[in-house]
């Protein structure tokens, strides 16, 4: 057997590994060669330095602003969906009629697509707007929250199936242990869902964070960053800086960089610290 792994192991792997050359290595070492350069095309790259990256912050103070926007709005949005989706989940694992009726449903909204859901989602803000003769691009914080809500009605249904999955594989003599020992329902979800459950958290909030901080489709669709780009996340700031000017592409590719960085490292810090805290059950 271990001969027949190693004489057709190059024949599977190799699909995989040009696959994950030609589509990710390979662009993403040149993106970051041209992050120092200033560039139309990639032929005629002159190298800069760090002159992209200083000009990255203060050129316009556009950069700065996404970034507070986007960071702010990540953690309402994490908050958010989690806690209604870990909810939304415990309701849902109790029995009752139509129960994968009501899973489906929640689950529906993560199955339209980003520039679909931002033109939905704004033509039911501005309804309700329309008496106070304002639109979601009225001002930044409408905007905000009209991307709070939409991120919250697209993810919820997601995290919830996850949540589901893991409130599910709790073996049930444990709850039956707490009962008998006398523990509330509040004692019993701190002291044994939770806990058991710790995985699942790790997941999701992985998932909503990163998905948080990328957020472009339904930015474009929704506000586009109107008012004057104060409700621009990183992602579109970055898209209007690359094809918003000529001459600013470099600019546009060193914030792209920087953006990998940031959310890279705040991922991996939230699976260190989440990871940390789960424990066999």
Request: with cysteine; proline share 3%.
């Amino acid at each position: 057997m271990q001969h027949y792994l190693k004489k057709w192991l190059p024949v599977f792997v190799f699909p995989t590994l040009a696959a994950f050359l030609i589509a990710f290595l390979i662009p993403f070492l040149m993106g970051l060669y041209l992050s120092f350069t200033s560039f139309t095309t990639v032929a005629d790259a002159k190298w800069v330095g760090l002159e992209n990256y200083i000009e990255a912050f203060r050129s316009d103070g556009h950069f700065l602003r996404a970034l507070g926007f986007t960071s702010l709005f990540t953690v309402v949005s994490v908050i958010t969906v989690n806690v209604s989706a870990f909810l939304l989940a415990l309701a849902l694992t109790k029995t009752f009629r139509l129960t994968n009726i009501y899973r489906s449903v929640f689950f529906m909204p993560n199955l339209i697509g980003g520039i679909v859901l931002g033109y939905i989602w704004q033509l039911i803000i501005n309804g309700l707007l329309q008496p106070l003769g304002v639109d979601v691009t009225y001002s930044a914080s409408y905007g905000f929250w009209g991307l709070v809500i939409m991120t919250n009605w697209q993810l919820i249904g997601y995290m919830m199936i996850i949540y589901i999955a893991a409130l599910q594989s709790i073996p049930p003599q444990l709850h039956e242990a707490a009962a008998i020992d006398g523990a509330s329902s509040l004692q019993a979800l701190r002291h044994v869902t939770l806990p058991s459950v710790a995985s699942a958290f790790t997941i999701c909030l992985f998932l909503t964070l990163t998905n948080s901080f990328k957020l472009f489709d339904q930015n474009l669709a929704l506000t586009d960053g109107a008012p004057a780009r104060e409700s621009s996340m990183l992602a579109l700031d970055i898209y209007k800086t690359f094809y918003g000017r000529i001459g600013q592409e470099g600019v546009g590719q060193a914030k792209a960089v920087i953006f990998f960085l940031i959310v890279s490292l705040i991922a991996f810090a939230q699976l260190r610290l989440t990871s940390s805290k789960e424990r066999d059950v």
